[in-house]
Structures are given as C-alpha cells and as structure tokens.
C-alpha cells in the first residue's frame, strides 16, 4: 500500500515532526523582532506576528529558542483548528497534504487559506488542484488590505510584489503536497 496517499479524516490528523522540521527551517530563528520585508509586521522567533494572548509583536521585542518553539506550537495548535473548521472534519486527506496545508497557513495565516480556493477542492476529492492553488501564495501585499464590494479583505491592485523567498516556499510546500517528503 502507497501510504503516501493513505488519506485519513482530517478530524484526526495533526501535523507531523517533520511538518513542524519544515516550518521552523523555513521561517529561521529571529532573536529580536523586526519586520522580515520592508512594509511587513515584525516577526520574531520562527516567524510569530503575535503573542500568545493575539497581542501583536512590537519590533525590538526579544525570545529565547525554547520559548520560540512554545509559542510556535501554541500557533499551529490554533491554525490546526481553523483549518479544520474550513476543510470539515470528515474531509480526507494524507499526512503530507496537511503538512503542506498547515506550512501555508503558518506563513499566511489560516483565514486566506480558508477563503481561497484551497477547502472546497479538498472537500471534492480534487487534491491535485488544491495542491497547485499554494503556488497562488507567492506574493506579499505592500499596502493595507481593503473590504472589496463583496465584503472580503483585498489586497489593492498594483501592491502585490512576488518575493524570491515565498515562490522557493511555495514550490517546497507544493512538492511536499503532492509527493511527501
């Protein structure tokens, strides 16, 4: 049996070591917050945004390692879950599909994953193009977000920007989606 493609409820699904390996070797241990692209929050330790208890990181804030990796926990713990909400409990998917999923929403945030594209292909069995849309993440928005006529949080035309570091990412994140490790 290909236990690559043993696709299991995601209700029971959580992310692998080697999931956790990936985010925290993507994002880079940062001692002291800064902003990692200019027009960006500050970020510290694997690429936190916030504090435990939501509120913001303030740039020149510092973290040690294992609080990083407390922190870091306590973040996919929470992405876990949305992500769920959206993709629904009972949707299938394989270990390494969730793993490239939960690296996404890690660097995002799981409420653009959840309003892409990404859990109505899951919930229709179409892995493939839900694998493909993470490549769709490849840009960072240099201006505020603003409410489009339907209501939903844009990025204004004109300010995304394609970064070099987020299209290595999202390829890593792809191939890991469709392939395993």
């Known amino acids: ?41 500050p970020t510290y330790g694997f690429g936190s945004t916030t504090h435990a208890d939501g509120s913001p990181v303030k740039a020149g804030e510092k973290i040690t390692p294992p609080a990083a990796v407390r922190l870091t926990l306590a973040h996919i713990a929470k992405d876990e879950t949305e992500l769920k909400r959206c993709f629904g409990q009972e949707t299938l998917i394989a270990q390494h599909e969730w793993d490239a999923f939960v ?27 839900a694998c493909k849309t993470i490549l769709d993440f490849n840009a960072f928005c240099t201006k505020p977000k603003v409410k489009s006529l339907t209501g939903k949080m844009i990025c204004p035309p004109g300010a995304k920007r394609v970064l070099a570091g987020l299209t290595a990412r999202r390829n890593a994140e792809y191939q890991l989606c469709r392939e395993g490790a």
């Open 1 to 41: 049996m290909d236990t690559q493609k043993l696709r299991i409820p995601i209700a029971v699904i959580t992310l692998a070591a080697a999931g956790f390996g990936g985010i925290v070797a993507w994002e880079g241990y940062v001692e002291t917050a800064a902003p990692p692209v200019k027009g960006d929050v």
């Open 103 to 129: 690296s996404l929403a890690y660097n995002v945030g799981p409420g653009a994953v959840c309003a892409s594209s990404i859990p109505g292909k899951l919930k229709a069995g179409n892995y493939e193009a």
